[in-house]
């Protein structure tokens, strides 16, 4: 993963975003296709995450870490919170659509941007705003059609808006600490305490935790490897060079993708309602790229 790290800090960015949102997208179809406990899929996706990255990274990277105690707590908090993101959204799709889930996930943007603003001074343009606005919107428009339809809905999208807050902070975590400790070897640590968190949680409710055929422990598999690593872990990998702000903002791309893969896929049906607010939160997500865009190009001129 060493030179995937090298390639990814002298590519362009945005196309290994598009990727991990591409890969994280995936996440909540296999999660619904799965009988298995969220919770118990959960720790086995971060667990097989660290097995495969330990592989790769050299033992060195370890060793040559140098971090004050504040910044091993900052670390410990980014698991911690990892892990209950997951306790959280994965829940959230036993009660609610894929749909839904996703789409109220994309707020976590505003929550960055606000943490980036009291944490970092980051300032956020007008037109920023403005495209974060309509993303919010738009999550309004998908989150009031499962209002109307159920309360078994609404539980869901107020599961999934918890672990919105969760992964956000996490993602201010990260970016706190990007400079301070080697993307790989911050990955691994905050896997391993995000499994750690849920399993705590499957011994605390007893839920089984060998018990599964072998289709089971593939779909655990695939869970690592798609999501996790070519998700989680490039988004980790994308804090040091984009921010947190601007990667939440990418994310944003994840609830449309979703949205068309359960229609495909699991024959979940878009209403009007939805369609709307996918459609706006495409449009916020391409007005704000769109002009981090024409700042660069400002910034290089000059």
Known sequence: MGKFNKFSLSSRPFMLLFISILSVSISSIMIKLSDTPTSVAGMYRLFISVIIMLTFV??????????????????????????????????????????????????????????????FKERASRLTVCCLMVALLGSVLIAWGDIVISKEALIGDGLSLIGTLFVSAYLLAGQKVSRKIHTNVYSIIVFFIGGTVMLVYNLFNNNSLVEYDSSEWTYFLLLAIIPTIFGQYIFN???????????????????????????????ETISLFQFLGGMMTLFGMGMYFWSKTLRSNVQISN
Do not use: C
């Open 237 to 267: 990998l994308l804090l040091k060079s984009i921010g947190a702000t601007t990667v939440s903002v990418g994310i944003i791309g994840e609830p449309v993708i979703a949205i068309i893969l359960a229609y495909l896929l699991l024959g």
């Open 58 to 119: 050299p033992w060195k990277l370890f060793r040559s870490i140098e971090m004050n105690k504040k910044d091993w707590i900052i670390v410990l908090i980014a698991g911690l919170f990892l892990g209950l993101h997951f306790l959280f959204w994965m829940e959230s799709l036993v009660y609610t659509s894929v749909a839904s889930s996703m789409v109220i996930f994309s707020l976590q943007p505003l929550f960055v941007m606000l943490g980036s603003f009291f944490l």
